[in-house]
């Protein structure tokens, strides 16, 4: 700065910038700045737990609170990445155990995390505040029963989306009596019951607990108790929300409800029937998210809701809910930023349910806010793309998934490649967007020209020839994670853009046209990037099959620590047979 | 301790670094912490010949400024609005004397001033390039490549590169003691190259199993008269771009070949190569003198490099094996059939 600016001064500065890209530039901009920054980090997060090795990230920051952690590739939420691929926490924990005996909060997404990781973390952090599990898997009650009984000063304890082997409905009771600094509570993912009594002593305990998700096997007539332990709830998930008409039970529950004058989201609704659906109608009008995507309501009952939730935000529901939903939607929810439509029966070609191309454009047209889009649905046309297009160019995420496969526009039968290319010529500020239907090469011209900001991009049986892969990869200038499967593209757009490949997080390919002859040059000559090729049907010579063989699935990411070595037998890295390899 | 009489100001005399003093408002001085301890401590302050001498970062235009915010600011009975509409104000100031009174703010503890100033700053930084905040705070470019691109640096941290690039400049050390040591025979004036030493921390060095690297620090003894001191000892030196090694190896790799047909005269050289550091790797007794011994010294590498990179793995922390999860079976038509309702 000129003259002598105090290192710890420079620290304070630094204390007020906090997001992660903030920090990384102010790292790279000089070595005091780079020096002083990297001791004063508190937060990091790391996008692939193989990119780095715990190591390095504890070299450089030797002072971290807090660490969240990603493993598996994203479309493992398809069933497409085989079981043993990797993604272990373990290594990582025994580290930080070592180095950090501070850290305060771990969060993990689609990582393998082990009894053995959870009892080290109990174990071996003081401090330790914040566990979140985000579908992650591996582990039992018994690692929980060790949070719970090691973690003294646990505030959140989240196991959203993970499987769990559920041994025992107990663990909850290894929370000690004196344990009363629970803020959030997410079991929604358990598939059997918990010690109910735990719960309920649990929750009456813990005056500051914001958010409660309960699982299933929560009846819905003891919620009503639940509700009155916690009325400071802002997040609350019932159980199976189904039961016998019974106006004491309606009621009670009813009035706890109404108790909640802070609940802004309400999720979890299983087996929902209609009847005890007016119970939440108090809490609607202070609704800003709602989760309805694992309730069988249908478009009636859907509707009456939502039209009572003007300061909605956010909606995930299924395609029960139906173009009439949705149209009432777009009316009623003027402040909604973020739409998730699943599909009720994704295996059913032919759906009863009359859930069409027009409701999302009628929620575009009708919601100045909205941002962030999931939909599923059947059919599709160009021209409902172009309303979308010009209706909300504010729109960031735009994930279109039309079941069918290469299922062109229903009114035309064209390819969609003008209405996504409309999509991304009129939203500059896209960063997500998966493309379904039919489409050729064309779309990812559009795509490359205009995708300036786009950094996740998800294709599946899309595009003719390894054009429409070169458009992408060497248009989209921000590309950072690219999960591509049944397309045919191959190895000219991937070796002629290789050097794109260190700028990304990460690029999947699966059923693509890729030669592991192509594989092999892309791993020996990019030092920095480790190009995994998975075979599980044939995988005893996977290191010695021919050039031109077609590679199964395709994994590759940037890393600075190297090729892994905790594989399956099925996967290997290409180009690492020289050990000499040096750059 | 000036008393205040109800007719008559009190006031406390300053001085800031350029020697230059003032008097200022006794409530509006003692609001920064710094001047009221040493107010209360050394009774300085009274009069002008003993003034208090302000910090080196207070200069007077600094001092101009925290003395309007504290004048401002000790008025009780100001309303938050007014209070941060002034502070709003009192920053639009350009970047060298926001950080001017960020620093003064700092060296008087004026710690409110300090914070508002800090986050002036941190705004100025935020969502900007680094190249951007270089220029905005005139700060040197002086991060090489390959710190920038910290992978190089870091990529050497891997064990088995880590051996490679141990094992190969040690063989460069020998190779050119060799090479000295033959000109010395020859008379020829050698030039002291700079080495380029590694900056291993001592953790690596003792990775090695059985390694006598320990040694490497204790020098040589010098046998030849006149021999130039072999720079043997292992000098680290701070911010040694690790990315260097790589290239150095890709260079003396060529160097070895060339050297590889020299011939060496061999009891001198014998001599240099005992006093030099063994390592479990290459032991002295092993060297045998003629043309065949490059690449005999090759071969023995590969094989402890293989021996050492086995041994290594063996140390690696085991898989830890997960449970399996769900059924493989999908239905290939349909594309993206959710498992999940993601949050």
Redesign the interface.
């Not at chain 1, 700045?33 to 937060?43: A, G, T």
């Not at chain 2, 401002?72 to 009975?77: D, E, I, K, N």
């Given at each position: 700065m000129g003259f002598s600016f105090p290192e710890d001064l420079l620290e304070h500065v630094f204390s007020f910038i906090t997001s992660d890209k903030d920090r990384n530039a102010v790292s790279l901009v000089c070595k005091s700045w780079y020096e002083i920054e990297r001791w004063c980090r508190r937060r990091v997060f790391i996008g692939n737990c193989y990119a780095v090795s715990p190591g390095i990230v504890i070299r450089r920051f030797p002072d971290l609170k807090s660490v969240e952690l990603k493993g598996k590739p994203h479309f493992a939420d398809f069933n497409l990445v085989p079981d043993g691929w990797g993604g272990y926490v373990y290594p990582w924990i025994v580290e930080f155990s070592r180095a950090y005996p501070w850290l305060e909060e771990i969060k993990l997404k689609r990582m393998v995390v082990t009894d053995e990781s959870l009892e080290l973390i109990s174990k071996s952090f003081k401090s330790f505040k914040v566990l979140v599990l985000s579908s992650c898997e591996g582990f039992s009650t018994d690692g929980l029963a060790a949070i719970a009984a090691n973690c003294r000063n646990l505030k959140v304890l989240d196991l959203r989306e993970s499987e769990v082997e559920e041994l025992s409905g107990h663990w909850l009771s290894h929370f000690p009596d004196s344990f009363t600094t629970l803020e959030s509570l997410n079991i929604a993912c358990l598939g059997s019951e918990v010690s109910f009594s735990a719960l309920e002593h649990l929750v009456a305990r813990s005056p500051n607990l914001k958010t409660l998700r309960l699982n299933r096997a929560v009846p819905l007539d003891k919620l009503s108790t639940l509700l009155h332990r916690a009325p400071q709830l802002v997040e609350f998930g019932t159980g199976a929300y189904s039961a016998e008409t019974r106006p004491s039970v309606y009621s009670s529950l009813a009035e706890a409800f109404s108790h909640c004058k802070e609940l802004k989201d309400l999720s979890g609704f299983w087996d929902a029937v209609p009847s005890y659906l007016p119970a939440i109608y108090p809490v609607c009008s202070r609704l800003t998210s709602l989760n309805l995507s694992y309730s069988p309501i249908q478009s009636p009952d859907i509707t009456k809701i939502i039209t009572q939730c003007p300061n909605l935000q956010r909606l995930l529901v299924l395609d029960y809910i139906e173009d009439a939903g949705l149209n009432a939607l777009a009316m009623s929810c003027k402040n909604l930023q973020e739409l998730r439509v699943f599909p009720s029966e994704p295996y059913v070609m032919n759906s009863n349910v009359s859930l069409t191309e027009q409701g999302l454009v009628s929620v575009c047209e009708g919601c100045p806010k909205l941002q962030s889009v999931l939909y599923f649905c059947r059919q599709m046309s160009n021209s409902a793309l172009f309303s979308i297009a010009r209706a909300r160019p504010n729109l960031t995420c735009f994930r279109l998934c039309i079941i069918e496969p290469q299922a062109p526009d229903y009114l035309t039968f064209e390819p969609l490649d003008s209405g996504f290319g409309a999509i991304v010529e009129h939203c500059k500020d896209l960063t997500r967007l998966s493309l379904s239907g039919f489409l050729t090469d064309r779309v990812f011209e559009y795509i490359g020209a205009h995708g300036k900001k786009l950094k996740m991009l998800s294709l599946a049986f899309a595009g003719d020839s390894d054009l429409g892969l070169h458009h992408v990869l060497s248009g989209c200038e921000r590309l950072s994670k690219l999960e591509i499967r049944d397309c045919p593209f191959g190895d000219k757009a991937l070796l002629g853009n290789a050097a794109k490949l260190e700028t990304m997080r990460s690029l999947w390919m699966s059923s693509c046209s890729v030669s592991f002859g192509a594989c092999k040059l892309l791993g020996e000559k990019m030092g920095r990037v480790n190009v995994e090729v998975m075979d599980e049907s044939d995988y005893l010579e996977l290191d010695s099959k021919s050039d031109g063989c077609l590679v199964e699935k395709l994994y590759v990411y940037r890393t600075v620590s190297g090729p892994r070595d905790d594989m399956p037998p099925f996967i290997y890295t290409m180009g690492q047979d020289s050990a000499y390899r040096l750059n | 301790m000036a008393i205040v009489k109800p007719e008559m100001k009190s006031f406390i005399w300053l001085e800031t670094p350029d020697g230059s003093t003032q008097q200022v408002e006794e409530e509006v001085a003692m609001f920064c912490p710094m001047i009221c301890r040493e107010v209360l401590q050394t009774g300085m302050g009274s009069s002008k010949n003993y003034a208090i001498k302000l910090p080196q970062?207070v200069t007077t235009p600094v001092l101009g400024l925290i003395l309007d915010y504290c004048r401002f600011h000790q008025v009780q009975g100001r309303s938050n609005k007014e209070r941060k509409s002034f502070d709003e104000k009192l920053i639009r100031l350009d970047t060298?004397k926001l950080?001017?009174l960020?620093?003064g703010a700092?060296s008087l503890q004026l710690r409110p001033l300090?914070d508002l100033t800090?986050?002036a700053?941190?705004?100025m930084?935020?969502?900007?390039?680094?190249e951007e905040?270089?220029h905005t705070?005139?700060?040197?470019?002086?991060?090489t490549e390959e710190?920038?691109l910290?992978?190089l640096r870091?990529?050497t941290?891997?064990p088995?590169?880590r051996l490679?690039n141990r094992l190969y400049a040690r063989k460069r050390k020998e190779l050119k003691i060799r090479e000295k040591a033959k000109c010395m025979l020859e008379n020829v004036e050698v030039e002291e190259e700079h080495e380029h030493v590694d900056d291993r921390s001592v953790d690596d060095l003792l990775l090695f199993i059985n390694s006598g690297d320990e040694k490497d620090s204790k020098g040589v003894k010098s046998s030849a008269s006149g021999a130039p001191k072999n720079k043997k000892k292992n000098r680290r030196r701070k911010?040694h771009p690790k990315g260097l090694h790589?290239i150095e190896?890709?260079n003396h790799k060529k160097e070895t070949d060339s050297l590889c047909s020299s011939a060496s005269s061999p009891s001198k050289i014998s001599k240099l190569l005992e006093s030099d550091s063994p390592t479990a790797i290459m032991h002295s007794s092993d060297f045998d003198f003629d043309d065949e011994l490059d690449p005999a010294m090759k071969e023995q590498l590969d094989r402890e490099?293989e021996d050492f990179?086995r041994r290594l793995?063996s140390v690696?922390?085991k898989?830890?094996?997960?449970?399996?999860?769900?059924?493989?079976?999908?239905?290939?038509?349909?594309?993206?059939?959710?498992?999940?309702?993601?949050?």
């Amino acid at each position: 700065m000129g003259f002598s600016f105090p290192e710890d001064l420079l620290e304070h500065v630094f204390s007020f910038i906090t997001s992660d890209k903030d920090r990384n530039a102010v790292s790279l901009v000089c070595k005091s700045w780079y020096e002083i920054e990297r001791w004063c980090r508190r937060r990091v997060f790391i996008g692939n737990c193989y990119a780095v090795s715990p190591g390095i990230v504890i070299r450089r920051f030797p002072d971290l609170k807090s660490v969240e952690l990603k493993g598996k590739p994203h479309f493992a939420d398809f069933n497409l990445v085989p079981d043993g691929w990797g993604g272990y926490v373990y290594p990582w924990i025994v580290e930080f155990s070592r180095a950090y005996p501070w850290l305060e909060e771990i969060k993990l997404k689609r990582m393998v995390v082990t009894d053995e990781s959870l009892e080290l973390i109990s174990k071996s952090f003081k401090s330790f505040k914040v566990l979140v599990l985000s579908s992650c898997e591996g582990f039992s009650t018994d690692g929980l029963a060790a949070i719970a009984a090691n973690c003294r000063n646990l505030k959140v304890l989240d196991l959203r989306e993970s499987e769990v082997e559920e041994l025992s409905g107990h663990w909850l009771s290894h929370f000690p009596d004196s344990f009363t600094t629970l803020e959030s509570l997410n079991i929604a993912c358990l598939g059997s019951e918990v010690s109910f009594s735990a719960l309920e002593h649990l929750v009456a305990r813990s005056p500051n607990l914001k958010t409660l998700r309960l699982n299933r096997a929560v009846p819905l007539d003891k919620l009503s108790t639940l509700l009155h332990r916690a009325p400071q709830l802002v997040e609350f998930g019932t159980g199976a929300y189904s039961a016998e008409t019974r106006p004491s039970v309606y009621s009670s529950l009813a009035e706890a409800f109404s108790h909640c004058k802070e609940l802004k989201d309400l999720s979890g609704f299983w087996d929902a029937v209609p009847s005890y659906l007016p119970a939440i109608y108090p809490v609607c009008s202070r609704l800003t998210s709602l989760n309805l995507s694992y309730s069988p309501i249908q478009s009636p009952d859907i509707t009456k809701i939502i039209t009572q939730c003007p300061n909605l935000q956010r909606l995930l529901v299924l395609d029960y809910i139906e173009d009439a939903g949705l149209n009432a939607l777009a009316m009623s929810c003027k402040n909604l930023q973020e739409l998730r439509v699943f599909p009720s029966e994704p295996y059913v070609m032919n759906s009863n349910v009359s859930l069409t191309e027009q409701g999302l454009v009628s929620v575009c047209e009708g919601c100045p806010k909205l941002q962030s889009v999931l939909y599923f649905c059947r059919q599709m046309s160009n021209s409902a793309l172009f309303s979308i297009a010009r209706a909300r160019p504010n729109l960031t995420c735009f994930r279109l998934c039309i079941i069918e496969p290469q299922a062109p526009d229903y009114l035309t039968f064209e390819p969609l490649d003008s209405g996504f290319g409309a999509i991304v010529e009129h939203c500059k500020d896209l960063t997500r967007l998966s493309l379904s239907g039919f489409l050729t090469d064309r779309v990812f011209e559009y795509i490359g020209a205009h995708g300036k900001k786009l950094k996740m991009l998800s294709l599946a049986f899309a595009g003719d020839s390894d054009l429409g892969l070169h458009h992408v990869l060497s248009g989209c200038e921000r590309l950072s994670k690219l999960e591509i499967r049944d397309c045919p593209f191959g190895d000219k757009a991937l070796l002629g853009n290789a050097a794109k490949l260190e700028t990304m997080r990460s690029l999947w390919m699966s059923s693509c046209s890729v030669s592991f002859g192509a594989c092999k040059l892309l791993g020996e000559k990019m030092g920095r990037v480790n190009v995994e090729v998975m075979d599980e049907s044939d995988y005893l010579e996977l290191d010695s099959k021919s050039d031109g063989c077609l590679v199964e699935k395709l994994y590759v990411y940037r890393t600075v620590s190297g090729p892994r070595d905790d594989m399956p037998p099925f996967i290997y890295t290409m180009g690492q047979d020289s050990a000499y390899r040096l750059n | 301790m000036a008393i205040v009489k109800p007719e008559m100001k009190s006031f406390i005399w300053l001085e800031t670094p350029d020697g230059s003093t003032q008097q200022v408002e006794e409530e509006v001085a003692m609001f920064c912490p710094m001047i009221c301890r040493e107010v209360l401590q050394t009774g300085m302050g009274s009069s002008k010949n003993y003034a208090i001498k302000l910090p080196q970062r207070v200069t007077t235009p600094v001092l101009g400024l925290i003395l309007d915010y504290c004048r401002f600011h000790q008025v009780q009975g100001r309303s938050n609005k007014e209070r941060k509409s002034f502070d709003e104000k009192l920053i639009r100031l350009d970047t060298k004397k926001l950080c001017e009174l960020t620093s003064g703010a700092d060296s008087l503890q004026l710690r409110p001033l300090v914070d508002l100033t800090s986050r002036a700053l941190a705004r100025m930084i935020e969502g900007k390039t680094p190249e951007e905040i270089r220029h905005t705070f005139h700060l040197p470019d002086d991060l090489t490549e390959e710190e920038k691109l910290e992978p190089l640096r870091i990529r050497t941290n891997d064990p088995r590169i880590r051996l490679l690039n141990r094992l190969y400049a040690r063989k460069r050390k020998e190779l050119k003691i060799r090479e000295k040591a033959k000109c010395m025979l020859e008379n020829v004036e050698v030039e002291e190259e700079h080495e380029h030493v590694d900056d291993r921390s001592v953790d690596d060095l003792l990775l090695f199993i059985n390694s006598g690297d320990e040694k490497d620090s204790k020098g040589v003894k010098s046998s030849a008269s006149g021999a130039p001191k072999n720079k043997k000892k292992n000098r680290r030196r701070k911010d040694h771009p690790k990315g260097l090694h790589i290239i150095e190896n890709g260079n003396h790799k060529k160097e070895t070949d060339s050297l590889c047909s020299s011939a060496s005269s061999p009891s001198k050289i014998s001599k240099l190569l005992e006093s030099d550091s063994p390592t479990a790797i290459m032991h002295s007794s092993d060297f045998d003198f003629d043309d065949e011994l490059d690449p005999a010294m090759k071969e023995q590498l590969d094989r402890e490099v293989e021996d050492f990179a086995r041994r290594l793995n063996s140390v690696w922390p085991k898989r830890v094996s997960g449970t399996g999860m769900g059924s493989l079976g999908h239905d290939r038509r349909i594309a993206f059939a959710p498992l999940s309702r993601s949050s």
